[in-house]
């Protein structure tokens, strides 16, 4: 038997045995579970950035001013991130009215 065919008989005896696809099934099956998990995280994410950003954004309407560094630091640390992950257009209608308080005179 030459070198090839015996490693070509370990390669099919590897492919051809249940712990191989058991391996193989349980390292997908893992990489599914860490991705699924990723996905939670984002939504939550999404969801307490949603909440603070609406919060605060009601608050400065409220107040009806928005000082030049609480609007950056609302627009870097919130609103950016929000986006970026997806974030939906009720917090974007919040945050044009936001801006036009910073427009009609931030401090």
Same mark, same amino acid.
């Given at each position: 038997m030459t070198t090839g065919q015996i490693i070509l008989a370990i390669i099919t005896a590897a492919f051809a045995s249940s712990g191989f696809w058991a391996f193989l099934t349980s390292r997908m099956q893992a990489h599914d579970d860490q991705r699924e998990d990723r996905e939670t995280m984002k939504a939550a994410l999404l969801g307490l950035l949603h909440d603070s950003l609406i919060d605060e954004c009601e608050r400065y309407i409220d107040r009806g001013s928005i000082t030049v560094k609480e609007y950056e630091e609302l627009t870097r640390? +919130?609103? +950016?991130?929000? *986006? *970026?992950? &997806? &974030?939906?257009g009720t917090a974007e209608a919040l945050m044009d009215s936001v801006k036009d308080l910073m427009t009609a005179g931030g401090k």
């Amino acid at each position: 038997m030459t070198t090839g065919q015996i490693i070509l008989a370990i390669i099919t005896a590897a492919f051809a045995s249940s712990g191989f696809w058991a391996f193989l099934t349980s390292r997908m099956q893992a990489h599914d579970d860490q991705r699924e998990d990723r996905e939670t995280m984002k939504a939550a994410l999404l969801g307490l950035l949603h909440d603070s950003l609406i919060d605060e954004c009601e608050r400065y309407i409220d107040r009806g001013s928005i000082t030049v560094k609480e609007y950056e630091e609302l627009t870097r640390y +919130k609103y +950016k991130p929000y *986006k *970026k992950l &997806g &974030g939906n257009g009720t917090a974007e209608a919040l945050m044009d009215s936001v801006k036009d308080l910073m427009t009609a005179g931030g401090k």
